[in-house]
């Protein structure tokens, strides 16, 4: 499966931004889709994930009501509308993808990773 991050770029606080990950390869075999971050100095950190067929989704309690994930299976891709961004949201984001469905929420638990794109809100 191979993973691929785009959308990230420079953002005032208050502003949005969407991130896009397009999948690819044996995409049948995975069962969540996750978005992960890091920032400088710190460990990776969940941010959101959805079920591969779309109809679960959970979210850090530090982005509910600001973040929403979603997916397109037409395209199989996974996206992240970010809004009202804060300089705490500033970081590298990764998309994600886990095929075994034990875990949604943590990093060593994921099988497959994009090459991340970064994201940074100016205060």
């Known amino acids: 499966v191979q993973l691929v991050e785009s959308g990230g770029g420079l953002v005032q606080a208050g502003g949005s931004l969407r991130l896009s990950c397009a999948a690819s390869?044996?995409?049948?075999?995975?069962?969540?889709m996750g978005w992960f971050r890091q920032a400088p100095g710190k460990e990776r950190e969940f941010v959101s994930a959805?079920?591969?067929?779309?109809?679960?989704?959970d979210y850090a309690d530090s982005v509910k009501g600001r973040f929403t994930i979603s997916r397109d299976n037409a395209k199989n891709t996974v996206s992240l509308q970010m809004n009202s961004l804060e300089p705490e949201d500033t970081g590298v984001y990764y998309c994600?993808?886990?095929?075994?469905?034990?875990?949604?929420?943590?990093?060593?638990?994921?099988?497959?990773w994009g090459q991340g794109t970064q994201v940074t809100v100016s205060s």
């Open positions: 994600a993808a886990e095929k075994d469905g034990i875990s949604y929420d943590r990093v060593f638990e994921y099988d497959y």
């Open positions: 390869g044996r995409t049948f075999s995975l069962h969540y």
């Open positions: 959805i079920s591969w067929s779309g109809g679960w989704k």
